[in-house]
């Protein structure tokens, strides 16, 4: 952005500093145009510089305050994160809430019965 500014300042100044430097046109409504033409380049380019300067303050106001936002929400989630990894096992089901674990034993006592009714009915043979 610095180099912007300095090209828009250098610009300026150069189109200010080319009135009355041609010598060959002897047209005098020419001149006259080119003089016109060269301040208003000048102008023009001065009052892109300033726009552009106060638009930067706006946009390092903005990147600022998003920096900062970002910063706070990632401590917090550094926070949260190391709140979990340091009690792991709080995060785990107890048996006072009711998971279902009761049922999926009584599930599986009965899929060993069955197995053992089918190897007792083999032996017997």
Do not use: C
Not at 88 to 94: C, F, G, Q, V
Request: hydrophobic content about 35%; charged content about 35%; glycine content about 6%.
């Amino acid at each position: 952005m610095r180099r912007t500014l300095a090209t828009l300042e250098w610009k300026a100044v150069h189109l200010l500093k080319l009135i009355g430097k041609r010598t060959e046109n002897t047209n005098l409504a020419l001149d006259e145009g080119l003089k016109a033409y060269a301040m208003k380049q000048y102008n023009l380019n001065l009052a892109l510089r300033k726009r552009t300067e106060n638009t930067n303050l706006a946009l390092d106001e903005g990147l600022k305050a998003y920096a900062m936002k970002q910063y706070n929400l990632n401590l917090a989630l550094r926070d949260s994160f190391k709140a979990q990894w340091e009690n792991p096992l709080k995060n785990l089901d107890s048996d006072e809430t009711g998971d279902g674990d009761e049922a999926d034993e009584e599930d599986e006592e009965g899929l060993d019965e069955d197995i053992g009714d089918g190897m007792e009915s083999d032996s017997v043979d």
